[in-house]
């Protein structure tokens, strides 16, 4: 109960990005996670081959988490949140459609590119958006997150039964309507001139030794969480 209470003392804005990360955690795993024995059961491809369509979609996303993160600083997050949602619309149905290497890679591809653009900008929108509530709202994020992980390969499981193609198909058909709810619902906001430079946002950031501490720190832990 003190968790709803906390959800509904958000702002309109930030309770939605919470439902979309719900959302967006649900869908990703529901596909992912059942990936690779798709394409060396179902497709027969090598274990190099699968892992080079599962390495393309992991430096695709976390390799370009820059890149997004300064699109939505530039552009604005709602945008960036919209086109990486769409996106990943697009890379998963293209896993339920394509079984040839250059399809599964484009895949691959699109729905790493999907991450790297929606992950930044969504925790960019909710930081804005939450003020001094910023540590509140960021658990609260993570516990629906965590949820979404929890539940996306429960449900991936149970559609497997009906095939691949049907659980990658529901997975493109959540992402859509994550889209369409987000055009439909979440504010545009103003975005401000930028101050200085690409170039000169990410020297600025490189240059700060906690900062950068502290990414090669996480950059050490998602290494070995990828490991499972």
């Given at each position: 109960m003190r968790t709803l209470a906390a959800v509904r003392g958000l702002p309109a804005a930030a309770r939605l990005l919470l439902v979309n990360q719900l959302g967006v955690n649900t869908g990703f795993y529901l596909l992912v996670p059942h990936l690779a024995v798709h394409l060396t059961g179902d497709?027969?491809?090598?274990?190099a081959v699968t892992g080079l369509v599962l390495g393309l979609r992991t430096l695709s996303q976390q390799g370009l988490f820059l890149v997004g993160g300064s699109a939505a600083d530039r552009l604005g997050a709602r945008g960036v949140i919209i086109a990486g949602c769409a996106l990943r619309t697009l890379g998963f149905g293209l896993f339920a459609l394509g079984d040839g290497l250059a399809v599964l890679i484009?895949?691959?591809?699109?729905?790493?590119?999907?991450?790297?653009?929606?992950?930044?900008a969504v925790r960019t929108y909710l930081a804005q958006e939450t003020g001094?509530?910023?540590?509140?709202?960021?658990?609260?994020?993570?516990?629906?997150?965590?949820?979404?992980?929890?539940?996306?390969?429960l449900l991936g499981g149970l559609l497997l039964l009906g095939g691949f193609r049907t659980a990658a198909l529901t997975a493109a058909a959540l992402f859509a309507l994550l889209t369409a709810a987000q055009a439909?619902?979440?504010?545009a906001r103003p975005v401000p001139p930028p101050a200085g430079t690409l170039l000169g946002d990410w020297r600025e950031a490189a240059a700060d030794r906690r900062?950068?501490?502290?990414?090669?720190?996480?950059?050490?832990l998602y290494a070995l969480e990828s490991q499972l």
């Open positions: 497709l027969g491809l090598s274990a484009a895949a691959s591809v699109l729905s790493g590119l999907a991450g790297a653009l929606f992950n930044p001094d509530r910023k540590a509140e709202a960021f658990a609260l994020f993570q516990l629906f997150a965590t949820t979404g992980a929890l539940l996306g390969p439909a619902v979440l504010p900062f950068a501490a502290f990414a090669l720190a996480a950059a050490g």
